[in-house]
């Protein structure tokens, strides 16, 4: 099992940049991929980056892609999101997820693990 606490979220203004961070205690960190999803109001839980054990990254389609960056540093058990030129529509509670295995997923269903969710306003 694996407890994963999220941090660095905030208010920030359209075009900034913030960077959250999930640390991550318990089992092997290096025996998870890891993702990250954001869940706005009355929407959906949305998939935002992925990056499996050996550092290989996934992003959406969309808009997120070029904006945000994940790592990990497997010595600190972290995993980082870096969100650049944030627009309102970044606007949302942002959940790192931990799934057993090697292959990042987009879907939430395939995650064992949740951290409680760290909040990012972007104001226009």
């Known amino acids: 099992q694996v407890q994963l606490v999220e941090s660095g979220g905030g208010l920030v203004q359209a075009g900034g940049s913030l960077r959250l961070s999930c640390a991550a205690s318990?089992?092997?960190?290096?025996?998870?991929?890891m993702g990250w999803f954001r869940q706005a109001p009355g929407k959906d839980r949305e998939f935002v980056a992925g990056?499996?054990?050996?550092?290989?990254?996934?992003y959406p389609a969309n808009s997120i892609k070029g904006r945000f960056t994940i790592s990990r540093d497997s010595a600190k058990n972290t995993v980082y999101l870096q969100m650049n030129s944030l627009k309102s529509e970044d606007t949302a509670v942002y959940y790192c997820?931990?799934?057993?295995?090697?292959?990042?997923?987009?879907?939430?269903?395939?995650?064992?693990?949740w951290g409680q969710g760290t909040r990012v306003t972007v104001s226009s």
């Open positions: 997820a931990a799934r057993l295995g090697d292959s990042v997923r987009s879907s939430s269903s395939a995650y064992n693990y």
């Open positions: 318990g089992r092997a960190f290096g025996t998870y991929a």
């Open positions: 990056i499996n054990q050996r550092g290989g990254t996934t």
